[in-house]
Nanobody, 128 residues
């Protein structure tokens, strides 16, 4: 079992940057595939980025590729999402998710239902 706590959200202007953090409690964080998802008002939750547990292979949604970077520090039980060149359409609640021994398949890593553990979310608002 793992509990996830996100932090780092806030209000930022167009073109600005934020770094989200997700810290996990529990053991064996290094065995968890980690993902970031987001949900904008009135929309369904969507995949943003994921990082595999074994080789740190990363996957990104097309909408954030080149602007967002996911990384992990297993010694700190933390996964990060660095967000640059933020746009109003990036406004959403951002959720961290984890799955033990996530398989290395893009279709799995990008699917919400593949993750068993979720944080409470952190709000990101990009103002123009």
């Amino acid at each position: 079992q793992v509990q996830l706590v996100e932090s780092g959200g806030g209000l930022v202007q167009v073109g600005g940057s934020l770094r989200l953090s997700c810290t996990a409690s529990g053991r064996a964080f290094g065995n968890y595939g980690m993902g970031w998802f987001r949900q904008a008002p009135g929309k369904e939750r969507e995949f943003v980025a994921a990082i595999h547990w074994a080789d740190s292979h990363t996957v990104y949604a097309d909408s954030v590729k080149g602007r967002f970077t996911i990384s992990r520090d297993d010694a700190k039980n933390t996964v990060y999402l660095r967000m640059n060149s933020l746009q109003p359409e990036d406004t959403a609640v951002y959720y961290c998710a984890a799955e033990l021994f996530m398989e290395l398949r893009i279709a799995t890593m990008t699917t919400e239902t593949a993750y068993s553990y979720w944080g409470q979310g952190t709000q990101v608002t990009v103002s123009s």
